[in-house]
């Protein structure tokens, strides 16, 4: 099986170092062998030395190339009828990887590739032709980088049914959750830390505002459910605003702010959302600190499982792909791409009934909890505990836990508050499914 | 793909049971037809009414079978060209089980089981026949029950290399030392409510004196690391001499004691043991409680994975044979039985380094903690605590943490302790790793 890779960065990079270093064991394992042929990337000098390669295996000899020489090599790749595979880690979903991988599909030739983006709001295409050419698609990288919940899905659980799926699938912003948590930081603060850690990027926005997290769940669903979500549907929640007073809040209720990506199937029907939760000290989840991922599953005959390891990191993401090599040069087969038939449907999670903490920022005036306890009770939510009310200088800030209800209760609660007294709440509460 | 099972009991009737309620669903998956033909099993009327099935799957029609009838209905069963698969879930690893799984795999047919004993200790051969015949061994129900560690180390590591495998793997007595110490149960009453909660047998012996935990190590072992292993090599320790103090040791060092099996390749060696450790709070696996099973792995590359899951029950467990027949049917294809060559050489954990945890139990008179120490010392090991002393109105009861050592050093010490007052030990002391 001859292999090529396009994009030599962190991620490609460790899978074409691990493909150099193991070799024979390789082979072995795949009962075949498995020759790296080629690498398309745009500055083969710096690659080289970051991941020891030889510059002769990159495209152009090892000189950097300009966008329009790349595209060349790559279209050369794709035509080449020697090359088995491709091995895409260029990242990002615009039209260019798109179109790439598309092509390299048409091409009848089988794609690897770590791009959770990629897959989770253009995959249904892309699945679409690899099927209409019989070539597989390895994505185990895709979602929570070394743990193999993609191979788990799809080749463990096939004698039973997933109920639901959940979990930590963003290391990012776990890790600011628990310097939040752990050493007192503010957000800002924590950040930054995750930043000169190698836990964030320079551009931090696809991590804090829950839209890589989303992407994973987006791939999850469909492989579990057999369901196409968009990144709309879910309207996810990221854990940008969450303030120090929010964590204080949740150790009053014995829990750990978590951003949960959460799906499970009731009666036929999907209910799915990615936002900060409060997870009760009791749950396996409120102890999974830094940047590691978690996933748990819980299935109808196998009951509940957990898989735990490193959502990222380069050698960890590129031990997948190197396993998805492994099993396409193996089996030599096609992938199947979900294990579920696709007759469910999809509700948003507003209709989710959970037990909530409600955090109310309020103008620091009397007769403002009886109106919010009130409202809420209008909604029939009971009442679980009301926090101790903190008055600082420019405002009030409480929290309302709630017995379960759904999300719409809820919002019915706050817009009955703004309608009665339009000037009492400072931006809009912060609602959090409480997880036991 | 045509199948039989042999021994309907709490797993082979899971099986049938999830193959009859999942039925098209297993079809898609497996891309073939999967068909439960025929079930052989002493007492049919049971296993029918149990798991509600026909009785007309039973061998015999549904009468009560002799040993004879059942010997002669395996034999036919392993004589029809028209079986494809056979499910072993009799149990034991007696001759009579040895010779029929050799049987099975001589006449052509996949072998799927759930038998740890029977690989555990006698599987070489019959790995060899099955690579002889060119036929598939399924034993993802084999090790941990529902937890899918099997085809994670044989299909999801292929682009890593493990360094290390360890964990809880026998829930009987994890549920025992749960109870111990979470309830403050002495051993028997807590061995007594496993039995009464379904999570120990009639017959403990094998959970208790670390036997059954030692075939899953054994499996996992050649499978990860290629080498096979011998119970005696493995000289494992259970829980059954755990006491209450022991806990309250464990407790004074920030522990949990748990059983644990341990495997880790250290320059081409293979280190591995089987007995109670004290796990520190701090350790994930010190969180695992009652039945649970978990499995913890560091691979080269992708760093540490953790698994939890069910570690028995009846549909839990047969939800993973039941994968393994849907992994046959869809690559028809024989899976790979180790991932690494097998050039390693195994070292008992005697020369293992870890800190340990001494419990000395001795005659109460003055002198004695200068004796032990002195003596330890004189081993060249390192004390980090002494406990305070317990005296009862019989003995005198103390512990010792250790910096780093080996457990010879540590035998060593406690053969100069007796020649030195061969009057103050009472019993062996318990020496137990602790586990960080």
Redesign the interface.
Known sequence: MNIAIFGCGTVGG?VAR?LTD?GD??N????GDIHLKKIVELTPKTASERFNLPLSLFAGGGKDLTKEEAQKYIDEVIGDKNIDLIVETIGGSNDFVFETALKICRAGKHLVTANKALLALRGKKIFEVAEEHNVSIGF?AAVC????II??IR???????IDSVSGIMNGTSNYILTMMQNEKMDFNDALKMAQQGGYAEADPTLDINGFDASHKLIILIKLAFGIDITLEQLSPIGVKDIEKEDIDFAEEISCKIKLICFGKKIDGKIYATVRPMMVKNDN?LS?VNGATNAVRLV?K??????????GA?S??T??????????IA??N?KL?NC???SQFSFIDAGHFVFPYLIIFKTVDIPGITGLVTTSIGNQQINIDTVSHNRHTKEYAVFSIATTPCTLRQIESAIAEIRKTRPDVLLGDPKIMPILY
Not at 155 to 161: A, L, Q, R, V
Not at 304 to 310: E, K, N
Request: charged share 20%; glycine share 14%; hydrophobic share 40%.
């Open positions: 460790g691990i193991m064991l390789l072995e394992r795949a009962r185990e980088g070394a743990i193999p191979k788990t080749e463990s659980f096939t004698g039973d049914s396996f102890g299935n005959y196998g009951g509940r499982h957990i898989l735990v390891g490193a990191g050698l960890e590129a031990s997948s792909i190197v396993a998805d090599i492994v099993f193996r089996y087969n199947s294990i579920s038939k």
